[in-house]
């Protein structure tokens, strides 16, 4: 397990160096730059503030240097913001994402597990075809459609939730979590239910069943945590996307989170906050994933982890 781990990590920080390196190059060779805007400016200060960001260097010596403070935890300044760190403007901005993500993880996951096996265990019938119904309509329709339709019923015309913005504290998170859920349920409910279906069976559950375990024991006991290791799998990069920010969730809502924010920066051509958010979403994914592998481990025994090269 020890040497399991070693190496991952070591792997991780692999990935982590050559997103680093290829998001660096890939901004660079994109036309414009962060104070091609600045049109009012003269030349000789242009100049100037070229050199403040060391924009007047070669390519590799920038590349250097921006991988240099990356290892000391510096992603730089921003150029929108004066004098404002790119890890602090993260770290600002990090709360309302990460609420509105675990919000709509939860809700979406819990729903879907529960839509998932009252299908499996009720298939074909009217509550099997309910179930797939809304999961169809989960993965059909985008996000921000259910937001936008979320907003005009029970924002404009019911005003039970608030059209937007971040003032009413948790009442305004409902809204764009429940859009933001439906995304979840709808995966959570099929992989569920397809599982669920194939373990229930399993010579395993026969075998239950003539030992007289009954309905409840069959389906939580034995199916649903075997049903529940392709669920997994899908859910780590999923859930690192929710919680790090959804860019049109927040953008429709105006939630001050990463998401919304990362938009911005891409319409004033800030390098630095761009780099900056797509590392942390990349390092972010990276740990996700590995916790994922580990808990493998922990759902189901059989499966073990080690440092061999298997």
């Known amino acids: ?58 390519i590799p010596v920038q590349y250097a240097k921006y991988m240099l403070n990356l290892a000391q935890g ?8 004066k004098n404002a760190s790119v890890t602090d403007l993260i770290i600002d901005r990090l709360g309302p994402s990460m609420l509105l993500g675990t919000q709509g993880l939860v809700l979406g996951v819990a729903l879907g597990i529960l839509l998932g096996m009252i299908a499996a265990l009720r298939q074909n019938t009217i509550w099997d075809y309910g179930s797939t119904f809304v999961a169809i309509i989960g993965i059909s329709i985008p996000s921000f459609v259910f937001a936008t339709f979320l907003q005009y019923w029970l924002a404009v015309e019911w005003k039970i939730f608030p059209v937007g913005l971040w003032k009413d504290g948790w009442m305004s998170s409902v809204l764009p979590s429940i859009a933001l859920a439906m995304g979840p349920l709808a995966t959570a409910s099929r992989f569920i239910r397809t599982e669920m279906i194939e373990v229930l069976s399993s010579d395993y559950i026969t075998l239950a069943k003539s030992k007289g375990a009954n309905g409840f024991e069959v389906a939580f006991k034995h199916a649903f945590r075997n049903a529940l290791i392709p669920l997994v799998t899908v859910l780590g990069p999923l859930a690192a996307g929710l919680l790090t920010g959804s860019l049109v969730i927040e953008k429709i809502f105006a939630i001050p989170g990463i998401g919304e924010q990362f938009v911005k ?6 390098f630095s906050i761009i780099m900056g958010t797509t590392l942390f979403f990349s390092a972010f994914l990276i740990v996700v994933i590995f916790l994922v592998d580990v808990l493998y481990g922990i ?7 080690s440092g061999g090269k298997d």
Do not use: C, W
């Open 74 to 81: 510096d992603l730089g300044n921003s150029f929108q913001f």
């Open 265 to 270: 920066s891409i319409m004033s051509n800030d």
């Open 299 to 305: 759902i189901d025994p059989r499966i073990r982890l």
């Open 1 to 58: 397990m020890a040497k399991y781990i070693t190496r991952r990590v070591f792997y991780m920080f692999i990935t982590f160096f050559l997103i680093a390196t290829a998001t660096f190059f890939l901004m660079k060779a994109l036309p414009g730059s962060p104070i091609s805007s600045a049109s009012k400016l003269s030349p000789t200060q242009l100049a100037v503030v070229e050199a403040k960001y060391g924009l007047d260097q070669p």
